[in-house]
Structures are given as C-alpha cells and as structure tokens.
DNA sequence: CGCGGTAATTGTCTAGGACAAATTAAACAG
DNA sequence: CTGTTTAATTTGTCCTAGACAATTACCGCG
C-alpha cells in the first residue's frame, strides 16, 4: 500500500501557500523535498503536507519561515500557542460551560445543541451571547479543528447551526432605515461567514440599518453595491486563514473605488497583525465593533 | 482621477481566473492587454477586469474561452439562453407577480423584498412559497444573472435575504427526531446552497429529521459524518453550474463509501441530464422530493 | 535607549516551454 | 442517417530560473 500523495494544487489548497511559495522554499531551504511523478511534477507526502500546515500556522502566528524549516520537529511543542492567561473564576466557569456546547456537537447530538444554545441566548440577551458565547465558540471550534480533535463534518454542524441561530436572532430585531447604513460582505476567498454575522447583530442591535451580501463580492461589484445602496459603511470581514500579505493592498485598492464619504470598516482575526492606515478602519474585536460604530455616529451627528 | 488598476493577483481575486490563465490568454489570444507598471508588471484596468469577469461567468455556463475572448461585447445579448416556453394564464400571473418582487430587489429596497417576501410566504403556506415561490424565483434570478440584467451584487442579496427567509422557516417547524433522518449537503466545490434549503424545508414539512451540513464536504467526510449521525438518507445538490460529467463519478464513489442500508439521494438542476443508474436517486424537480420520500417510506414500514 | 542605514530575508512577478486532459472534428462502420 | 472510434484542437496547469520590491533584522552612532 503505497501512501496518496499531494500534487501542488492539492498542497495549495491544504496549507494556504501559494504554487510559487512551495517552489521557492524548495529552492531557498531545501523543503519541503517532494517527489517527482512520471511528469516530473511534485508529489508531496502526507507527511510533508502536515508540516508545512503546521508551519504557516506558526507564521500566522508571526513567526519566519526560514527558522521554522530549520528546526526539526520540536517547534511542535515550542509553537503550541500556549495561552495561558490567568483567567478569572467566571471566565474559568463560563468555559466550562462552552465545553459542554461542543461537547454535544461531538455526540452529533444536534437538537440538544440547539435547544442549549437557544437557552443562553435566552439567558444572556444578543449582545452578551455574540460576545461572551458564538465569539468564542467560534475560536474554541477554530482551535478544535487545527489539532484534529473535531471532525470536518463536526466543524461544519457547529457553523451551519450557528449561522442559523444567528440570522434568526438577527430577523427579529427591529428593522427600519435607521443610520447608518452599513454594507456586510467579504472579499473573493473570504468565505467565512460568522464574524460578518457576529458584527451584523451588534450592529442591528444599536439600530444600524444592515445590508447583508454574503460573502465573496469582486471589489469592483463591493463598489457597485455601495453606490446602489448609498452605503454608509462598507465593512469587509477577513478571518485568520486569509492570506495577511494581501489585506493592505486590497484595502488601499478599495478605498480608492469607494466614494470618499463611504467609511470602508475592516475587521476579523486577519486584520490583527495588519498595519494601521488611513484606508481603513481596522476592528480587531467586537468590542471595536460598537466604539467605532459611537465614533461615526459622534462625527456624523 | 486616474483610475485604479489591478495587479495580476487582485485580478485572479476578483475573476477567479487563476495567473497562470491570464498570462497565458494574453500569450494565446491577445486579451487581455494589461498595461505594465515601472516594475514591469501587468496592471489591468478595470474595464478588462469586468470583461473577464463577464467571460469567466459565461465560461461556467459552459462557453469555451476561445470563441468568447474572439467574440465582441455582444456576447452579452447573444449568449443570453433565450427559453420561451408556452405558459399557462395563472402561471404568467404568477409570474408577474415574482417580477414584481424581483424589481424590488433591482430597486435595492431590501426592507420592501422582505416585507413582501414574508407577506406571501404566509399567505402560501412553506410549501406552496417554496414550490411555486422561492424555486421560480431563484431560477429567473439565475436567468438574469446569466443575461446580465442582475449584477453580481444583487444576486448575493437575493440569495442572502433568502437563505435567512428559508432558515427562519425550517426553525420555527416542529423539531424531534422523526424518520427518516436526512443528511444534506454539497460536494466540494458546490457552493449553492439555496436548493438544499429549498429540499429540507419540504423534508422537514414532511416530519423528516434534517442534518444540514451546508456545502463543500469532502466525500470521505460525508460518509463519516452519515454514520455519526446514523443518516438513513445522503441527500446532495448539485447546481446547474456543476460539471456534469463528474457528477456519476462522484455518486459511485460516494455509494462506495455509504453503507448500503443508507439512501443517497442527487438532485438539483445540475442532475437533470445526468444517466439514470443504480449509485443513487436521482430528483429532478422539487415534487420528487416528496414522491421519493414517499417512495422511501413505504420500503422501510 | 532610540534612530538611521545597511544587509539579509522573503514573497511575488515574469518569460516561455512542455504536456496531459478535455473537447471538437473527422473518419468510418453499420 | 446514426453511432462509434480515431485524430486534431483547445485549454489549463505545471515546470525552471531569474529579477526585484518589500519587509525585517542587524549594527553602529549619537
């Protein structure tokens, strides 16, 4: 039985490192070594392919690449992001209780998760519940997934089920024309969806009007829609898988399409590490979410 | 104002025509012609940006790049599948009354679509609205996407406010684990969604215990996720943008990896003119949806 | 300790060549 | 005329290898 191998396309998709990164890292470091099929082109081993996820991780994280290919397998431990804030008696419990969230999506128990959920959003009202429950959920699943512990499928039922609760929450919500009119979308290969519906809810909650698109709009297209709908706010969303290098650029690009009265919000786990401009505003957390929203509102008033 | 341009990987972006493709049209047919910056590098304008854009849409119906990069700007109209089927009085009333709904949305007035949507959604009852609504509506939408009288924009609000529409439904429909148990979802690079809402909503009508996975799933990770969930029934989508010829590879291998107590059911528009065979239930119109349901529990009482 | 300049690092772009997979066109048999 | 096999074409992806800009690290000096 002779292992699958990954052509470079497949090693694209899996990793996030573009055809040309893989090709120039095997000149420059001498990995990943891939072996050549009857064409000559590359086959990457499982193997290979796993370390190189683990490695754009680990940049994710901000670390170089020319270190990390030259330690040997121990970065495993030594990247482990260990986070060990100290954490407060409630923060500690209310963990524990969003362990026992995932937990029944692990049982695949789908109707006890919703029921659970329903329950604390009941409980804990929009604001608190995106905040304190989906908003880490949703990195919790994310942590989940990177080290294998929750299944594709598993992922997928937490998202698929969490998007629901989300939009239903989000239609009971007083509508109206109400300002500031705020354009929610992403750009192509952006495809992740809850942080857009995360901020749309706190949004719709302080009485702003949404316009929700989806994700994945061309630039041009996000142009297009802003004048059509007169929009107020154009903010995009980038989770953390997407490429870093890119986000400037596109949202220099961007706000050149866009009229100058159109303030262009950028946010999600991807704009962390980006460099401040005058392009954008950058929202690294939800709670930025409604300071920037009280400091358009302050200048518009 | 000089207007913006765009580098090689921002058009790849927007497009999703990959770099390899533009440079080797520009080599092949002499289109597009992007300018070059100091460094030597393509900048493309954005009208070229949009004729690409507008090629690779007609791409996915099935054109071939050649003849379309030869063609002038009047693919537009010339390309537009004109159908023109007889139509009964009562559905060419019915139909004026989606153009009506459709205009909305042309007009960007989300909040009057939704007002509207909603109005007849409870005057029809889910399971007229979804049939004789929803299922019409979303075809002209892909019409007119198709011709171009929809901008891309325009479309994703469509589908946005739709899916959240269909979800809000399914929600509120009595839960509780009733047979069969459907798994629904899409195979990797199937990224329509709205026909499997569309399904288990009806499904779901019909006392059926829906697992909604959303699209994209890896088939091994299909047959995991079946037998987590015990599924007695696979049911996938396919739009009509799909492939057709990979769509009978992908059932027989996903049949393969089913346990054969478990139904697999294809439908969707993509489906329609795919070989009857014994790897799956093909369901080609929504009705059959409720005829094989019918058909499945008549087999196993 | 901060600041500016230099050097190393790193990603993306360019060019053309090659080839396999998919599609169409042509040839042929029934 | 129709179906089927074979040849030609279209088309996308991969390959190598070089260049360069942008970022980051380093180091000496005030």
Redesign the interface.
């Known amino acids: 039985m002779n292992t699958p191998t990954f052509n470079i396309a497949a090693v694209e998709r899996d990793t996030g490192l573009s055809k040309d990164v893989l090709r120039m890292w095997e000149r420059r470091y001498g990995f990943p070594v891939p072996g050549r099929d009857t064409n000559g082109e590359r086959c990457y081993p499982a193997d290979q392919v796993d370390r190189l996820r683990l490695i754009k991780r680990l940049m994710d994280l901000g670390h170089r690449p020319g270190k990390l290919i030259a330690t040997p397998q121990e970065e495993l431990t030594a990247l482990s992001p260990r986070r060990s804030k100290p954490e407060t008696q409630e923060a500690s419990e209310n963990r524990d209780e969003l362990e026992e969230l995932l937990a029944l999506i692990k049982q695949?128990d789908?109707?006890a998760y919703?029921q659970a959920i329903q329950q604390r959003l009941a409980r804990q009202g929009l604001q608190r519940f995106v905040q304190d429950t989906i908003a880490p959920l949703t990195r919790r699943v994310g942590e989940y997934w990177e080290d294998g512990s929750f299944?594709?499928?598993?992922e997928?039922?937490y998202?698929?089920?969490t998007?629901?609760l989300l939009?239903?929450a989000?239609?009971t919500l007083p509508?109206?024309?109400r300002a500031p009119r705020v354009l929610l979308?992403s750009?192509?290969?952006e495809?992740h969806v809850l942080g857009l519906l995360m901020v749309e809810a706190l949004l719709a909650l302080e009485g702003a009007e949404c316009?929700?698109?989806?994700t994945q709009?061309?630039?041009?297209?996000?142009g297009?829609?802003a004048q059509?709908?007169q929009a107020d706010i154009v903010a995009l969303s980038f989770s953390g898988a997407f490429p870093q290098r890119?986000i400037g650029?596109?949202l220099q690009?961007l706000r050149?399409?866009l009229p100058a009265t159109t303030a262009l919000w950028a946010g999600g786990s991807g704009v962390a590490r980006v460099a401040r401009s005058d392009d954008a505003e950058l929202i690294t957390t939800l709670d930025d979410t409604l300071a920037t929203l009280a400091a358009w509102r302050l200048q518009h008033s």
């Open positions: 695949h789908a109707a919703q299944e594709v499928f598993e997928h039922l998202t698929e089920l998007k629901r939009r239903q989000i239609s509508g109206g024309p979308t750009v192509p290969e495809l316009i929700p698109l989806g709009m061309p630039l041009l297209e996000i297009r829609a059509a709908h890119q650029g596109l690009q050149m399409i």
